[in-house]
């Protein structure tokens, strides 16, 4: 059975004056409603203070470059969809592309058909992610740094090592309570190149089953793809 489709607002920021006409028309045939832009300078002159759901940003852009405005755009849209298409296809670019903030990086030449594809998928991921952050609105969690606890209104306290308080510290800090691998790393004193992920999952999963004796659902703390994770419940530190 086929999947509906949500209508996005995307932003779509390429130089390129036919691919930008080619992608904003694809994406329009779609459903989605497209601002198209020739350089970053123009997010604030033509999109400022519009909603956007998804970001398609190019590297190679005259004035601002593409990582710096994919750097910008990640910290005032904390969870907006952010795709990077770019003619930069080596593993450093790749790299430093995630580090800014980027969902995900796809290397030009790209096929219209599977940008499309990317975007309906993570407009998707987006949608679930604010159904569940909608949900769960109202579950308060309270952490006690000095005591390393763990609690909610009508819920039993749970105690928490040096390392989760830590955690839930960063996550409340991060915009949209959504904190990359390497953040992570950073917050624990790991260094991610020798310390392998699978190990990062053990401790969010450990993370995850405290916030549910706590009163969370299991939803609490969701993964997301080629990133990092998302906490789905509000948090206050103390």
């Not at 350089?39 to 601002?64: H, K, R, S, T, Y």
């Not at 306290?157 to 953040?183: C, D, H, K, M, N």
């Not at 790393?185 to 699978?198: F, H, Q, R, S, V």
């Not at 009163?215 to 419940?233: D, F, K, M, N, P």
């Amino acid at each position: 059975m086929a999947t509906s489709q949500p209508h996005l607002n995307i932003v779509l920021v390429e130089d390129h004056d036919i691919l930008r006409k080619m992608v904003k028309q694809a994406l329009e045939e779609a459903g989605h409603h497209v601002t198209d832009l020739s350089c970053a300078e123009e997010l604030e002159d033509v999109a400022a203070g519009q909603p956007a759901d998804i970001f398609l940003i190019d590297l190679n852009l005259p004035g601002e470059d593409g990582l710096s405005l994919t750097e910008r755009v990640r910290a005032a849209y904390p969870l907006a969809g952010l795709i990077v298409v770019t003619a930069r296809s080596g593993l450093q670019d790749k790299l430093e592309g995630y580090a800014r903030g980027a969902d995900l990086y796809m290397s030009k030449p790209v096929e219209v058909p599977e940008l499309c594809a990317a975007v309906a998928a993570l407009g998707r991921r987006r949608q679930s992610i604010s159904s569940l952050l909608e949900q769960h609105q109202t579950e308060l969690f309270t952490v006690t740094q000095q005591l390393m606890q763990l609690s909610k209104p009508g819920g039993k306290v749970v105690s928490l090592t040096a390392s989760e308080t830590a955690l839930l510290s960063a996550f409340s800090r991060a915009p949209g309570l959504r904190i990359a691998y390497w953040q992570i790393a950073e917050t624990l004193g790991l260094n991610l190149d020798t310390y392998p992920k699978a190990s990062l999952e053990v401790r969010i999963v450990r993370l995850r089953k405290k916030l549910i004796d706590a009163g969370a659902s299991a939803t609490c703390i969701e993964s997301v793809r080629g990133h990092g994770y998302q906490l789905c419940v509000s948090i206050q530190v103390i």
